[in-house]
């Protein structure tokens, strides 16, 4: 019996397989409440989380991050109690994992076909605020360690791509000086996204 060639832009079934299984064992992880990226977060991590928020539209809640940044001192107390019970007791809301989908149609596409539109999602700012919060802690954190490689850019306070446009460019002008070839590999994954692996909710809580 002849067996159907495999799509070469879908993953083979023994990928699917193993990465179904993996998805589907919640993360572990053994660490100490004592360490500073665990401890209960304090007022000035929720202001500085909240001036770094853009006025975007609202999530399903309606919330929006203008009304966040002009609650008064006590309601900022309240908010910021809320929080840290979330990140002690790593029940993360369910509600704030749902999301308004407006679908956008990318350029010279046919609006026909729904694999042409690219979801944008507005989830809830108040979850947002707290994953802000969360990343700056943990961007610290891998900054200070050392762990994010000198030549990633992106998600990165301070680089842009044009370090590696510049880096690039350096390249370009040794290899004219010294008159070697110099090779340059670029790609793009399609679906990337999609295609990532997921992990229960909760399970980046520690």
């Not at 309240?78 to 369910?94: A, C, D, G, M, V």
Request: hydrophobic residues 35%.
């Amino acid at each position: 019996m002849a067996l159907a060639p495999l799509n070469p832009n879908q993953p083979s079934p023994d990928f699917v397989a193993i990465k179904n299984r993996a998805e589907r064992t919640p993360l572990r992880f053994t660490s100490h409440n004592t360490l500073p990226y665990n401890s209960e977060f304090r007022m000035f991590e929720l202001e500085t989380a909240l001036s770094r928020a853009h006025d975007t539209s609202p999530g399903p809640d309606g919330i929006t991050y203008n009304m966040l940044r002009h609650l008064n001192t006590t309601s900022l107390s309240h908010l910021l109690f809320l929080f840290n019970r979330i990140w002690t007791e790593q029940k993360y809301p369910s509600q704030w994992h749902e999301a308004t989908v407006i679908p956008i149609l990318k350029p010279g596409k046919d609006p026909s076909n729904p694999l042409h539109y690219r979801p944008f999602a507005l989830p809830s700012c108040l979850g947002n605020t707290l994953e802000r919060m969360v990343n700056a802690r943990l961007v610290f954190e891998l900054e200070k360690q050392g762990c994010i490689s000198p030549l990633q850019s992106g998600f990165r306070r301070g680089r842009s791509t044009f370090d590696n446009l510049v880096l690039l460019e350096t390249q370009i002008r040794n290899a004219f000086v010294r008159r070697n070839r110099l090779v340059s590999l670029f790609f793009d994954i399609e679906k990337a996204y999609d295609r990532t692996w997921r992990y229960p909710s909760g399970a980046y809580l520690l």
